[in-house]
């Protein structure tokens, strides 16, 4: 199975921007949907978005608070997914982690953090004001 790596983060002052990565071990090519998902001390893991094999995003996903600042990409060639986070706020520190779906099985046929099977260790991202 798949085992994404996040890296990238780091402290950045308010309204700064970082771009995360996750690269995944995937030699035979296998399709999966891979996820974003964020969660502060003491709340509740949310994900902030998705992206399936072909590299189209799914923005169904993203909570509104991230909406127009996150952007989720996938370079398929070398099997890395970013996340662009811009105009960051404090509200926005958290450990960020990426995971991947069921191999074979595409983001829309997966339902909630539940659905995503492979997780990453995480990298911390601390916005200060």
């Known amino acids: 199975r798949v085992q994404p790596v996040e890296s990238g983060g780091g402290t950045v002052q308010s309204g700064g921007s970082l771009r995360l990565s996750c690269e995944v071990s995937n030699p035979l090519k296998h399709d999966y949907c891979m996820g974003w998902f964020r969660q502060s001390t003491g709340k509740e893991r949310e994900e902030v978005g998705r992206i399936d094999p072909d590299g189209s995003p799914r923005y169904t996903e993203y909570p509104g608070s991230v909406k127009g600042r996150f952007t989720i990409s996938r370079d398929a060639a070398t099997d890395t997914v970013y996340l662009q986070m811009n105009s960051l706020t404090p509200e926005d520190t958290a450990m960020y982690y990426c995971?991947?779906?069921?191999?074979?099985?595409?983001?829309?046929?997966?339902?909630?953090?539940?659905?995503?099977?492979?997780w990453g260790q995480g990298t911390q991202v601390i916005v200060s004001a």
């Open positions: 995971a991947a779906g069921p191999i074979g099985r595409w983001c829309e046929y997966i339902s909630g953090p539940g659905g995503f099977r492979t």
